[in-house]
């Protein structure tokens, strides 16, 4: 069976790749392919393993790209539609239904609104088209895309074709026979289910810094609460560390295209409401522990370590980390940053108004404050004594709870934390 992907951003690459590794043959559409790097394996997106795989399975012949959308749609049975953003679907759907047979599928794992898959469906069949259209919400993670892909905790899939059940099952029998399960709904379940997900781990980290602001003021450790808390069978521990807020660039039109629905239906889900509001407010609650600590923030040298909204990504959509830098530049402090691999796109968001750093002890030198703010591992093992020497005077500002504490106010830090008496 040939796969073919229609988008070649960060969605589409990390699909084509992960099918591509089961074996299947996959053809990407780039309009622009034979100017890209992607077909050389060049992938401009840090994602764990993610090059690898791309690497791999282009050597193998598996992996291929095309400009011509003729001759990529007559040659796939199946083509997922991937594109980052839902940008002229609907020409898009037509387009491919008309050059591909009754037999082929049209996969829609662009992130859409509820009842898009519907609209789609009456398109075609105003068209006489009777292409079938399937709507696979996925829930990748950035930073471990590859591993949520071929692990995930669901298939889902929103149809009624019988056809397009057992082509998609075949597609993903190597993980339905590790035992991953597949679930059949309609389409407006399934575009519901990938929304009211992202609002539901919203809600579960909101209410964790929400509780961690709580524990600091009646002298309780968020970290160990944490813990008992995620032990217990109906809560869990994954999205429950105090610091953490949702990021990447699906979550705000998940929840955006989430709280329209339910406006409209005059259903308006305060809840989530809430929860977008406290995930907003991360970075005042840091900014207030560095008010206090510096007294003022005017005219201070903060430095910051990590951009990106979370490790193993250089993706800053939605970032905390970002937000905290906009917050201390509108308070008037100079800041200083250092990010692994997020400085290039970082720089987008922030222009030139951050000094930019090559190490964690550049952005270190001669701060009055300095913030880790994203969990990167490599920050666990930075020489702290060599820190405290560089910083002008020993502020740490750690919002992800990666250190001892103990251990740094011994060094002499005044070490402030989340959550954390």
């Known amino acids: 069976m040939h796969i073919g992907i229609y988008g070649s951003g960060y969605l589409g690459t990390v699909v084509a790749a992960c099918l591509a590794d089961f074996g299947m043959p996959v053809t990407v559409y780039d309009e622009n392919a034979a100017l890209s790097a992607a077909p050389f394996g060049d992938v401009p ?3 764990k393993n993610l090059k690898d795989i791309v690497r791999r399975n282009l050597r193998a012949g598996r992996l291929l790209y095309s400009s011509s959308l003729e001759s990529f749609a007559e040659r796939a049975q199946v083509i997922f539609l991937a594109e980052d953003f839902p940008r002229d679907l609907d020409q898009i759907t037509l387009r491919l239904a008309r050059l591909t047979g009754p037999e082929s599928l049209l996969v829609l794992v662009t992130p859409v609104p509820v009842g898009t898959a519907r609209r789609l469906e009456g398109l075609l069949e105003a068209e006489r088209l009777k292409t079938p259209i399937v709507s696979h919400p996925l829930f990748l993670t950035s930073g471990c895309a590859v591993e949520d892909f071929n692990w995930p905790d669901r298939i889902l899939l929103g149809t009624g074709s019988l056809h397009a059940i057992t082509v998609m099952k075949q597609i993903y029998r190597p993980l339905a026979m590790r035992g991953v399960p597949v679930i059949v709904t309609g389409y407006e379940t399934a575009e519901l289910v990938r929304e009211a997900a992202t609002a539901f781990v919203a809600t579960k980290i909101s209410f964790i810094n929400e509780i961690a602001g709580l524990c600091e003021h009646v002298n309780a ?7 008992a808390l995620g032990l217990d069978k109906r809560i869990a521990p994954r999205c429950l560390q105090p610091g953490a807020a949702l990021g990447g660039q699906f979550v705000e039109s998940d929840l955006e295209a989430l709280s329209h629905l339910a406006n409209s239906a005059g259903m308006p889900l305060r809840i989530v409401g809430a929860a977008r509001e406290v995930n907003r407010t991360v970075a005042d609650r840091v900014i207030a522990k ?7 923030l005017q005219g201070k040298e903060v430095g910051i370590l990590g951009l990106a909204f979370k490790p193993h990504t ?3 959509a939605c970032s905390s980390s970002i937000a905290l830098a906009k917050r201390l530049l509108e308070s008037g402090a100079h800041v200083r940053a250092y990010d692994p691999v997020a400085l290039n796109d970082a720089k987008l968001e922030l222009n030139g108004t951050v000094k930019y750093c090559e190490t964690a002890y550049a952005a ?3 701060v009055d404050a300095l913030v880790l703010s994203t969990g990167w591992p490599e920050f666990r093992a930075l020489d702290f004594d060599r820190i405290k020497r560089l910083q002008r005077t020993p502020v740490l500002v750690d919002t992800k709870n ?3 504490a103990q251990r740094m106010r011994g060094m002499g830090f005044q070490y402030l934390a989340i959550g954390r008496a």
């Open 45 to 47: 997106y840090h994602e």
């Open 221 to 227: 450790d968020a970290v160990d609460l944490a813990l």
């Open 290 to 296: 560095m008010a206090a600590a510096l007294r003022q």
């Open 314 to 316: 250089n993706s800053v």
């Open 364 to 366: 270190a030198e001669g």
């Open 402 to 404: 990666l250190l001892d």
